[in-house]
């Protein structure tokens, strides 16, 4: 904002400037392949490497001048700015000062007046509206030669009054400072018919992506059939092994003996994860016999006895008769595929009778009216447990 502080016919305001554009590592795009040439390089199985560029290119800013009285006016509020309509722009390369000026020849019909005058600077986004061809005031006190000159223009300023302007500077075009060669390398220009007019309202067409037509077949009910793992010789502690993983330890668990839990999972049927199944299990709190081999070779007493599994949601592509694992241990459908430890942190791992490892478990449930779904959960042991999917048609 710049203010006379007494009344004047004319105001001249200097500007100092410091504009330039610094790059550092950025990609030689002048020197990059054309695509004709990166299919010749293809064919003649060449590699290449692009180069980097690291230094101050131009850069332009640009802005435009309001101007009002200074003071209040009748009613006791200031007046409005009014627009000067030029636009002016500053280029530069270095990190250097530029010193301009900008000389305004006041109105002839308005007395010695004084008046407030405010630079507004143009972002990127208005500038994008301006056609190629708009006029823009280069300032440049370093003019060549046959510049010398001072640049003369004129703007009419509603209720003021025509004002006379002088720069040392140029015209030119949007398009002359729109673009840095180090961006571009043989560019082309295709022109297509069209308007720069900004739209007033967007109303929407259609919503993407749309509805497919068809049935969508997601699971909804499977029943279990029974528990697998990872050698058919491992034939008991697959149950234990499997909910420990889920719901954690038993005999660490505050619930009373024969009291009941509920927990969600997602599980995960396809390497590409587009195919899942989230289920709730219900467990009961469970004594495990004097003779289980968990409780006299490990120190467990209880475990978490299957109560039944809901299907809460699924992708679709489910059928009926489809048979799915749910998994813990190696490959698991949780998400995590290690094998079971050894560490002893799952207690129905490790000392098992067969004297197999168990690397995985599953639980394999069945379906009143389907073919079932496997479920497996693993350890170091390997557990499946089958379920049959009912599906839910949505249309």
């Known amino acids: 904002m710049v203010r006379n502080n007494r009344p ?45 560029y690291t230094g101050s290119i131009h850069r332009s800013s640009f802005f435009q001048v309001f101007v009002r009285k200074a003071g209040k006016g009748e009613t006791g509020e200031s007046f409005e700015f009014q627009k ?46 301006l056609g190629p061809d708009e006029e823009i005031i280069r300032l440049s006190a370093a003019v060549s030669d046959q510049d010398q000159e001072p640049l003369r223009l004129a703007a009419e300023v509603p209720g003021l009054g025509r004002f006379g302007i002088v720069v040392a500077g140029t015209r ?58 990872n050698d058919d010789r491992i034939e008991g502690g697959k149950n234990g092994a499997f909910f420990h993983t889920i719901f954690g330890s038993c005999d660490n668990d505050p619930i009373n003996e024969g009291g009941e839990k509920t927990k969600q999972t997602r599980e ?11 289920v709730k299990w219900t467990v009961r709190k469970t004594r495990l016999s004097d ?8 120190g467990v007493n209880f475990t978490w006895a299957f109560i039944s599994c809901e299907v809460v949601g699924s992708s679709d592509g ?32 490790p000392n098992h009778p067969s004297g197999i490892t168990m690397t995985f478990q599953a639980s394999v449930t069945r379906s009143l009216t389907l073919t079932g779904v496997r479920l497996q959960s693993a350890e170091r042991k390997r557990i499946t447990t089958k379920f049959l999917v009912i599906p839910a048609t949505n249309k």
Request: charged residues 20%; hydrophobic residues 30%.
């Open 84 to 129: 000067i309509n030029h636009y002016f722009a500053v280029t530069g390369s270095r990190p250097v000062d530029q010193y301009n000026f900008l000389r305004f020849v006041h109105p002839q019909d308005l007395p010695p007046t004084e008046l407030e005058f405010k630079f507004v600077p143009i972002p990127g986004s208005e500038l994008r509206s």
């Open 172 to 229: 030119t075009k949007k398009s002359q400072l729109q673009t840095n060669k180090e961006f571009v390398r043989k560019p082309k220009t295709t022109l297509e018919p069209g308007g720069r007019t900004i739209p007033q309202n967007v109303v929407r067409s259609i919503v993407l992506p749309q509805d497919t037509q068809g049935d969508v077949i997601t699971a909804e009910a499977i029943e279990r059939q029974v528990n697998i793992s």
């Open 8 to 52: 004047a016919v004319v105001t001249e305001i200097g500007i100092k400037s410091r504009v330039f554009q610094r790059l550092q590592g950025l990609c030689a795009f002048n020197t990059t392949p054309t695509p004709d040439e990166l299919k010749k390089f293809d064919k003649e199985e060449t590699q290449i490497r692009s180069g980097t």
């Open 268 to 278: 995960v049927l396809s390497s590409d994860g587009r195919r899942w199944m989230a």
């Open 291 to 298: 003779t289980h081999y968990a409780h006299v070779s490990n």
């Open 318 to 349: 489910y059928q009926v008769g489809d048979i799915v694992d749910f998994k813990r241990g190696s490959g698991a459908t949780s998400g995590s595929s290690s094998a079971y430890p050894t560490d002893g942190s799952n207690p129905f791992v």
